[in-house]
């Protein structure tokens, strides 16, 4: 696959890819391993290939970082993967005050013409990965 190449941190949770992005050292990495913690695979840490199929966004892991995560303090890590999902939620992070918002509105991104569910949250907090699980589980429950 030659898809465009994406600045994020993609999991699989259940059957829905989750896009974690935002900048270099905001937590995205460190958000990926307490989901997989709780479940979720990872799919690829730091940057994935993206194209659109079917009108959906898939993401692709490259060959040379599969299989690989990111552990600030460790080093890189071999991690269970898989090589490719459908991206069917963006959580945008960030760590100023303002990043989360208390009761946010639903809003939507557009990655290569796909238009995508995102949300704003900030990583480090010990409940930021039980948010991005019931982000997912809510957008399960619609139609």
Do not use: W
């Not at 990926?32 to 079917?54: N, S």
């Not at 991690?79 to 490719?84: D, K």
């Not at 963006?90 to 939507?108: A, C, S």
Request: charged letters at 25%; proline letters at 8%; one cysteine or more.
């Amino acid at each position: 696959m030659t898809g465009a190449l994406i600045h994020a941190t993609c999991v699989l949770m259940g059957d829905m890819g989750v896009m974690l992005r935002g900048p270099s050292g905001c937590g995205k990495s460190d958000l990926a391993l307490r989901l997989i913690d709780r479940g979720a695979m990872l799919i690829g840490d730091d940057y994935v290939e993206a194209e659109v199929i079917d009108g959906s966004l898939r993401v692709t892991v490259p060959d040379r970082i599969a299989g690989l995560i990111e552990v600030r303090g460790v080093g890189i890590m071999p991690a269970p993967y898989r090589a490719s999902a459908t991206i069917r939620l963006v959580i945008e992070l960030g760590v100023e005050p303002d990043i989360e918002e208390r009761l946010p509105e639903p809003r939507q991104t557009v990655i290569a013409g796909v238009r995508i569910p995102i949300y704003r949250l900030n990583p480090f907090p010990a409940s930021a990965p039980i948010k991005v699980e019931l982000l997912a589980s809510r957008l399960k429950e619609l139609p």
